[in-house]
């Protein structure tokens, strides 16, 4: 069997084990020191606002202390976006709320600005009005932040911002992770840069920080002995997963620049193909392409294109499956327009890791020219 081509695997650095060996040397292998402290000040140089990060197990755990800062519980409504990866609604559920989703636009894949005012309308009129926004950066490409953001001020309903695609993204020149009311960042094994697994809480105050550490370290008070006025969680990120995290931020602009590279190789190969159609960056986008994605004419020949891919061990995989067709959410309120049912239907995403070689890539081209050859 040919070797295997990943969608998107992990891209050391090699200065990773420097900070976890200094880890390891010092005895700091708890979830605080030196390189958690480092990490959340490289983030916070890199997203370049004044915002403050803490960071975390997971971004699944970063969005869960976002809707328990913003007071949301049992009863509460939260709006998501429906073309998702289900971690950006399952804390929602965690606190005991109702997720409403909302399809998506064309532009972008992202959240529809027509789609969520009429929600918010609604679920006013029905005596519901939305505690939060939870709006993502699909595959790294930023949401249309003016429209989705001048939404939400209009309605007074904060936004998380999930930029768990989206590090080293930007809108309008601003980077991806600094434009909600909270904002999360994932490091997970496939993404732009990895710590394993991990994730960050972007928070627009130091006060917001400290209550998101508090949260995330048990909740333990101020005391001699071991004493709880709060439900605490074993969030926090530990100095071993954030010296990998060092590691990486290190070369993630290279990793930027090897992931739209990657695109740009796939786009110039297939763009005379008619059967294929990419998502192009609207003007003010400025995607990381973290993965890349197409379209093809059909259900059928998105499914024979993976199915040949597959065959030649190389992964790809479906666009997100939306919220709204999920069976663990099947109850939910929905406000549709057809738009993420469609991507699904007709999305494959290609292999897209930054540490792919020429010869990889060569490999992908020549099993979707064969497949089209034949098909």
């Given amino acids: 069997m040919k070797p295997k081509i990943w969608l998107s695997s992990p891209h050391m650095s090699g200065a990773e084990q420097t900070y976890i060996k200094e880890a390891f040397d010092t005895n700091w292998v708890a979830p605080l020191g030196p390189n958690v402290n480092g990490f959340e000040t490289d983030l916070q140089s890199y997203l370049n606002e004044e915002r403050h990060v803490a960071a975390l197990a997971s971004g699944t755990s970063a969005l869960h202390l976002s809707l328990i800062l913003l007071g949301v519980t049992t009863g509460d409504e939260v709006i998501c976006q429906s073309k998702t990866f289900s971690a950006s609604a399952n804390p929602i559920a965690y606190q005991g709320a109702t997720p409403i989703f909302i399809d998506s636009e064309n532009d972008t894949w992202n959240i529809c600005p027509n ?24 595959y790294g490409m930023p949401y249309k932040v003016d429209e989705i953001h001048g939404i939400a001020k209009h309605y007074e309903i904060p936004v998380i911002e999930d930029s768990a695609e989206s590090l080293g993204s930007h809108y309008k020149g601003q980077n991806c992770g600094t434009f909600g009311d909270l904002s999360i960042l994932s490091f997970n094994g496939n993404k732009i840069i990895t710590t394993s697994g991990g994730g960050a809480l972007v928070t627009r105050t130091e006060d917001q920080k400290k209550q998101a550490v508090f949260l995330a370290t048990q909740a ?120 993420s049912d469609a991507l699904f239907n007709r999305g494959l995403c290609l292999p897209s890791g930054s540490n792919l070689s020429k010869e990889e890539l060569d490999r992908v081209i020549s099993a979707i020219n064969t497949y089209f050859a034949v098909c």
């Fill in 220 to 339: 333990r008070d101020h005391a001699p002995h071991y004493q709880h006025s709060h439900i605490g969680y074993n969030y926090r990120m530990s100095n071993i997963v954030a010296g990998i995290g060092r590691g990486q931020m290190t070369i993630l602009d290279s990793h930027v620049n090897k992931r739209r590279s990657n695109h740009e190789l796939y786009f110039n190969t297939f763009k005379d193909n008619e059967q294929i159609t990419f998502l192009k960056e609207p003007d003010g986008h400025f995607s990381n392409r973290w993965l890349s994605c197409i379209l093809l004419d059909s259900f059928e020949t998105r499914e024979g294109l993976r199915l040949a891919l597959e065959k030649e061990n190389i992964e790809s995989r479906p666009l997100w499956k939306p919220m709204h067709q999920q069976p663990v959410f099947k109850d939910a309120p929905s406000y549709l327009n057809g738009v």
């Fill in 115 to 138: 789609q969520l005012e009429i929600a918010v309308k609604d679920r006013i009129a029905k005596g519901k009005k939305p505690k939060a926004i939870i709006a993502v950066h699909l």
